[in-house]
């Protein structure tokens, strides 16, 4: 559902949180981005921290400076302006994967489990653009939404202790890529050789909320030259205007 009006609930002592529904839907998730940009431009001076997620904004104040009622005043009318603004074009990051064997574990399980081949996973899911819901679990790991039903696999009935970086996983239908090495419980279907977190640049995190990946398919060899090329800081990320063509995300 999402609420023809937003919901603002206290987040704490010093957190308010501005509720536009309780559903994954890009129209919802749209509406949160919008928000935070409108925020964003305000400057206020008692901000402290935004956290987007899929149906909300969390918001951090400093309460020395406002009190839960005065803020709360302040963002129902950057909610209003924001749903009259225009939302800015989103961009379509190019992730090259390698797909299968040493990459991609359980590609095979994840073809069974659908009842399709392996090349078959593949096309599906490099076959169109899936929108940044929101990051988080780790710094850098973007959430995906819209993966197709026919690839839809659940997670891992126990995490792994380790996925290597890079790693490109399933859940449900959510994809996602690791950003840094971790446990995790998503079926591990491929691995990217870029860099998708990185605390020395600005912004650290490569994929930001409300913009898309595509996943493209590379070779064992293309992944070797090109982890080279982000090795020697010579790598050059892809990124177009996202132009929709279908209501599924395919382009």
Known sequence: M?????????GGDR????????????????????????????????LVEMVP??????VYYDPHLTSPEELRAKLKILTEKSEAGEFPNPKVTEIPTAYGGEYGCDLEFVAEYNGLSPE???RFH???????????????FAYLGGVSPRIATPRLPTPRAKILAGSVGIAGNQ??????ESPGGWRVIGRTPIE??????EPPALLQMGN???????????????RKEVVQGTYCIKETPFLRKNDDGSI
């Open 196 to 201: 998708l977190f990185n605390p020395e640049k």
């Open 126 to 140: 490099a076959g169109k653009a899936y929108l940044i819901y929101m990051l988080g679990f780790i710094p850098g």
């Open 15 to 46: 957190a308010l949180f501005v509720e536009f529904g309780d559903t994954i839907d890009p129209e919802l998730n749209r509406r949160v981005k919008q928000l935070m940009l409108t925020i964003q431009g305000a400057e206020l001076p008692e």
């Open 120 to 122: 078959e996973i593949i």
């Open 53 to 58: 997620t899929y149906r909300s904004l969390l």
């Open 2 to 10: 999402i609420y023809e009006k937003p919901r603002f609930l206290p």
């Open 212 to 226: 898309y990946v595509k996943f493209v398919q590379i070779t064992a060899e293309e992944f070797k030259q090109i």
């Open 175 to 180: 994809t996602g890529i690791y950003p840094a």
